[in-house]
């Protein structure tokens, strides 16, 4: 399914661009209460439609619909002008903005369509995204591509017809062209099970992490070209801390990507190891394979988070080949491009709250 420029022909429209709210059109659900996207993520994503595709008549009818999966389609315009997504150096559209826009959509849909309350916490578990069609990312075209997600949400572990969990999956496409795939799943937390949680893992890091949450004092960043970016401003790791032949620890500036980032509230922003992981996937592959960034590509990426990363405190991420093989063995896929394969772990102090798998692809 592929929306139109004017999706409320088919269905229920949410139109969340910022400063627009639902209109009281015949059919269109009106009541923002439970609306839990907050307005500075809106502003991140920009102008975009969520529609309602439910798979049975009574499915409109949202009291009287089972705790079962609904179907949404999202649409939005991939501009040429935003300050992260189109700061590439490589002629792709930005992975990040399917990956944050599923995420986004599937917290506003958990409050309107699935009932979850407003006080629970949401913890991401896992998420992963997969480029299927390499042309349709290019950026070569003069006018703004259009981006649709089909997306599946699958509530999970319901009591009393609240869930504690969502699945979520998504085809991705561009200018009508399906070329990728994107699912996470969603853990909604009660706010005591939030607070011990959050506490025992902060104490946990501080017994053993020393420092501030930035950069280590004296220590600068890598230029922006190394990680794939043009600005400065978005460049979120530092220079490698440890390096040898077969692995490099770098630094995550917190205080920069929650500058940079959505939804910085007391938590560090979850699309922070996903950009944080890309860049360390391209510097890396620079240092350990001799790719030039600057020509590649995140064409797969696969995560699993260990809980709440602490904003106040050091994050380290380190980067390893993912198969053992000789120093700087470059393998090549189907049409005799240089791929590598990497293994990214996020830890704060001896806490691991990360655990991240990619494929890295140079466009020769």
Do not use: K
């Not at 099970?193 to 992490?209: I, Q």
Request: charged share 20%.
């Amino acid at each position: 399914m592929n929306l139109s420029s004017s999706p409320s022909t088919t269905g229920p429209s949410t139109d969340l661009s910022p400063g627009s709210l639902p209109t009281g059109r015949a059919g269109v659900v009106t009541d923002v209460a439970p609306l839990q996207v907050p307005p500075p993520a809106a502003a991140f994503l920009g102008p975009h439609h969520l529609v309602h595709r439910p798979d049975t008549p009574e499915g409109f009818l949202l009291s009287a619909t089972p705790p079962g999966r609904h179907r949404f389609g999202f649409s939005a315009r991939l501009s040429d002008g935003h300050p992260l997504f189109s700061d590439s150096t490589a002629p792709f559209h930005d992975v990040l903005y399917p990956m944050e826009s599923l995420r986004q959509m599937a917290i506003f849909a958990a409050g309107r369509y699935f009932r979850v309350p407003a006080n629970r916490r949401i913890l991401l578990a896992d998420c992963a995204f997969a480029i299927t069609g390499l042309s349709a990312w290019q950026r070569d075209a003069p006018a703004d591509a259009r981006l649709t997600l089909d997306l599946d949400l699958t509530p999970a572990d319901v009591v009393n017809g609240v869930p504690r969990s969502m699945d979520c999956e998504a085809s991705i496409s561009i200018d009508d062209e399906e070329c990728g795939t994107v699912r996470a799943r969603l853990v909604f937390l009660m706010p005591g099970v939030y607070r011990n949680h959050r506490a025992n893992s902060r104490r946990e890091s501080e017994l053993t992490a020393d420092g501030n949450s930035g950069l280590p004092p004296g220590h600068g960043a890598p230029g922006a070209e190394l990680v794939g970016r043009c600005s400065l401003r978005n460049v979120l790791i530092g220079l490698p801390l440890e390096e040898d032949e077969e692995s490099l620890t770098f630094p995550v500036n917190i205080p920069a990507a929650r500058e940079v980032l959505p939804d910085s509230g007391s938590e560090v922003p979850a699309a922070l190891f996903l950009e944080a992981s890309r860049q360390a996937a391209l510097f890396g592959v620079g240092e350990l394979y001799g790719l030039t960034p600057g020509h590649a590509v995140l064409t797969r990426w696969e995560a699993v988070f260990r809980g709440f990363a602490e904003p106040g405190l050091p994050l380290l991420c380190s980067v390893q080949p993912q198969h053992r093989g000789a120093p700087g063995e470059v393998r090549r896929d189907a049409a005799g491009r240089p791929f590598a394969e990497l293994s990214i772990v996020f830890t704060q102090g001896i806490r691991v709250v990360a655990e991240v798998s990619t494929s890295v692809l140079q466009i020769c």
